[in-house]
């Protein structure tokens, strides 16, 4: 069993930067890829970003790329993703996710990660 708990969310004006933080729990932390998702009033979650197990690889959502970065230290058990150039439609609930293989072919589909967190909200004024 795996539990996440997302952290980082908050208010803030576009342009701004924040950074997220998932705590996992579990055994299972370091040896599987997580993934950033997030999800809007009334809209699919959709994907925004994926690490594989060690960090070396990455994936993002064309929407982000460029402007998010995710990370990993397993070491803490936590993921991250640095958000910066933050854009109102970047607002969503941000949730992670703890992907059933350690190096993914698929990041994107929300059906390929087994654990999920509460989320966090991030708020972007204009």
């Known amino acids: 069993q795996v539990q996440l708990v997302e952290s980082g969310g908050g208010l803030v004006q576009a342009g701004d930067s924040l950074r997220l933080s998932c705590a996992a729990s579990?055994?299972?932390?370091?040896?599987?890829?997580m993934g950033w998702f997030r999800q809007a009033p009334g809209k699919e979650r959709e994907f925004v970003a994926a690490?594989?197990?060690?960090?070396?690889?990455?994936w993002y959502a064309d929407s982000v790329k460029g402007r998010f970065t995710i990370s990993r230290d397993n070491a803490k058990n936590t993921v991250y993703l640095q958000m910066n150039s933050l854009k109102p439609e970047d607002t969503a609930a941000y949730y992670c996710?703890?992907?059933?293989?350690?190096?993914?072919?698929?990041?994107?589909?929300?059906?390929?990660?087994?654990?999920w967190g509460q989320g966090t909200q991030v708020t972007v004024s204009s």
């Open positions: 996710a703890t992907h059933t293989f350690r190096d993914p072919g698929v990041v994107a589909d929300p059906g390929s990660y087994n654990y």
């Open positions: 579990g055994r299972t932390f370091g040896v599987a890829a």
């Open positions: 690490i594989n197990w060690s960090g070396g690889s990455t």
